[in-house]
């Protein structure tokens, strides 16, 4: 289904509160959620080329000085354009990065925390946690659901849900990544980005730009 949706182009200003603002201007498109519910997972070579445009998106934002965080990183924020091309949408939480960790000015309830570590229950983000984000999302067109997927009912709050994320993360371990034929440096891309341990995962983005450029 092909809808009619607002494109938040932003804009490198913020008010004296420290929000970000946006200027909307409407595009044509689909949601990446929209295209998963439809056909569960992706080719590995299309769910590669929708990472790295979400990668080159987040290096733009985490570019700037003081870098700017996303926050929000998940199928239902990223809109797949009819020309090929990649945007972010909802940039609602959208927050800078003055110190690390940071506190964003926003409330979390309506965070999905399947896509999201450990540090957004103590309202901390960085460019790491954005990078968790957006491997999670990978993760997810390639193997048809998000990572570390306990069912939570939809009504529950936000609190509870992360709970049940985290619990199990620390009950299941290390992801299974054997049920879709994917090449091992993408694997090792996966592992290292959905890393539990923050000291094991990417740090920036340009850590990850130039990894992407040899897959």
């Not at 797949?80 to 309830?109: A, C, E, Q, W």
């Not at 009950?171 to 290292?192: A, F, Q, W, Y």
């Amino acid at each position: 289904n092909k809808i009619k949706i607002a494109k938040k182009v932003l804009t490198i200003k913020s008010n004296k509160q420290g929000y970000i603002k946006n200027i909307n201007a409407l595009e044509l498109g689909e949601l990446l959620e929209e295209k998963l519910n439809r056909e569960r997972s992706l080719p590995v070579r299309e769910a590669v080329r929708i990472f790295k445009d979400i990668v080159q998106g987040l290096d733009y934002l985490h570019s700037h000085y003081p870098p700017i965080i996303h926050n929000d990183i998940t199928p239902r924020n990223i809109l797949l354009m009819n020309n090929g091309r990649v945007k972010f949408i909802d940039m609602g939480h959208l927050s800078y990065v003055k110190n690390n960790p940071t506190r964003p000015p926003f409330d979390m309830d309506d965070l999905d925390p399947r896509y999201h570590f450990i540090e957004t229950a103590f309202q901390r983000f960085n460019e790491n946690t954005d990078i968790f984000s957006a491997t999670a999302v990978l993760y997810h067109m390639l193997f048809g659901v998000a990572p570390w997927n306990p069912k939570v009912p939809e009504n529950v709050e936000w609190k509870e849900k992360i709970c049940a994320v985290l619990k199990q993360r620390i009950d299941g371990g290390k992801l299974d990544l054997s049920s879709v034929v994917i090449p091992d440096k993408l694997k090792t891309i996966i592992r290292k980005g959905l890393a539990l341990s923050r000291g094991s995962r990417y740090d920036y983005t340009q850590q990850l730009v130039v990894v992407l450029k040899r897959l």
